[in-house]
């Protein structure tokens, strides 16, 4: 074999080892998490970021980037097979990372931002949800047995259906069922049809009915069920002190009856008191029995219905003796897999903290539902109500002493475990942090498959 036949050979088979190497590399676990990361990641000042970075991988920070270090445990050799890498923060801002093979071909770039500290009083305490909408909503048809003994349906056959929203009649502005009977009544005995602003998901649109005399109730009426405001109990997930701004419940509002999200206006939150539980079983979700206290007496307003729950502010502090002062909250990328507790009553007012395990962190790079899967461990809350159940939704999730997110749905089949999101997005949600431009479109939460809404 000549010289140049060994040199070609040996650099033939050096080529096929780092091919080799870069392809296993690809097909282990480390190839996914790294390239699982999202694109952007949010690290808090005061918080530390690890990777564990595998050889042929190495981590830098953009020369052009100031807010953020990448430190390595100074022991380890440059070419060693594995280390662990901190990101940590320096100063407020903006830095890239760059994750890189063999530190020459790029494999993903994440984009840190570094936010100032954030201290929140953790919720728990049971609230209850009045939400009156803008106009009244559509919730059903009733047929209409006429003078001469005939069925009709005037609304339904100008093409109002369930779902819409019924925002002005002739140009009067409505705010209750009961107004929008008297109307249509009013209308119907002067022998004038009416005019009605109806809302859609795609817009606004116009629609003429002419009432009809019902020969059951003897006044006019048009042939639909409506229903101007909705009610229910949930948990408070957070506040913070200085502002008074609060975000709750963790998931969107939506009408029972239309399964479409609710418009809060004149919405308001009161306190509750559980007097009994429903307990939840494998199929059949169980239930917090709750009861307004003071129905009169407003604890907060409601600004805001979003798929990450509703927020607005506080009329007056809330106590919460398990947390008596105010906790940082952890980013998405602080959790870790494991022990937590999560914040809730389930006898009176009385908030209890009970274990409950992080089984899965989806981390996200834009804001979506079920950031993470968890499971009640604590026996005292699965005695008492079979595990997550209804009215649960908003219980702050505390890990290692630091506010991470909120329960949201529970599992159908399995009563003890559900769904959390993160801080992240009930705080941008809230204003408390700014908000990100979401390049996917946002997906309402319903019921479906094995989730049930709170």
């Known amino acids: 074999m000549t010289r140049f036949n060994r040199l070609f050979n040996s650099r033939l088979i050096g080529a096929m080892l780092i091919i080799s190497a870069i392809f296993a590399f690809c097909l282990s676990p480390q190839f996914r998490n790294i390239y699982g990361l999202p694109l952007q990641i949010r690290i808090i000042e005061g918080e530390t970021a690890l990777f564990d970075v595998n050889f ?161 109730t003897k006044r ?28 709750a419940l963790g998931h969107i509002i939506t009408d029972s009856d239309t399964n479409q999200p609710i418009d809060c206006d004149q919405g308001k939150i009161v306190l509750a008191t559980v007097s009994g539980i429903q307990h939840g079983k494998r199929g059949h979700p169980g239930e917090k029995i709750g009861i307004f206290i003071e129905e009169d007496q407003l604890l907060g307003n409601i600004r805001k219905n979003t798929p990450f729950g509703i927020y607005g502010e506080l009329n007056k502090k809330l106590v919460n003796e398990e947390y008596p002062e105010s906790i940082p909250v952890a980013s998405m990328s602080q959790i870790q897999v494991g022990p937590a507790e999560m914040l809730t009553v389930v006898d009176d007012q009385t908030i209890d903290k ?9 981390l996200q790079e834009f804001p979506e539902s079920k950031g993470l899967v968890i499971k009640v461990t604590d026996q005292r809350l699965i005695e008492k109500t079979g595990g997550i159940v209804q009215g649960m939704s908003g219980s702050p999730i505390i890990q290692n002493g630091k506010l991470v997110g909120a329960v949201t749905h529970v599992f159908v089949h399995d009563p003890t475990s559900g769904y959390g999101c993160f801080i ?27 989730i049930f809404y709170l």
């Open 56 to 216: 042929p991988l190495t981590v830098t920070v953009r020369h052009d980037s100031e807010s953020i270090r990448v430190k390595t445990p100074e022991f380890l050799p440059t070419m060693a097979l594995s280390r662990s890498v901190s990101l940590q923060p320096i100063k407020l801002g903006q830095s890239t990372v760059e994750f890189k093979l063999f530190g020459i071909i790029p494999f993903r770039s994440v984009q840190v931002d570094v936010l100032p500290p954030i201290r929140l009083i953790p919720g728990g305490h049971s609230i209850g949800v009045v939400l009156r909408s803008q106009g009244v909503i559509v919730v059903g048809n009733s047929p209409i047995l006429t003078m001469q003994g005939q069925y009709t349906t005037p609304a339904k056959d100008a093409g109002i259906v369930v779902g819409d929203v019924i925002i002005s009649i002739n140009g009067i502005a409505v705010q209750s069922d009961a107004q929008v009977a008297e109307v249509i009544d009013e209308s119907g005995k002067n022998n004038r049809n009416i005019d009605i602003l109806l809302k859609r998901t795609e817009g606004q649109q116009h629609v003429t009915v002419s009432p009809v005399l019902c020969n059951d």
């Open 424 to 450: 992240d997005w009930m705080l941008m949600e809230s204003g408390i942090i700014p908000k990100k431009d979401r390049q996917s479109a946002r997906k309402l939460f319903s019921f479906s498959g094995s």
């Open 354 to 362: 009970f274990n409950i395990e992080i089984q899965k962190i989806n």
């Open 220 to 247: 006019y009426r048009i042939g639909l069920f409506v229903r101007d405001s909705a009610a229910g109990v949930g948990t408070l997930s957070f506040y913070e002190p200085g502002s008074k701004t609060y975000g």
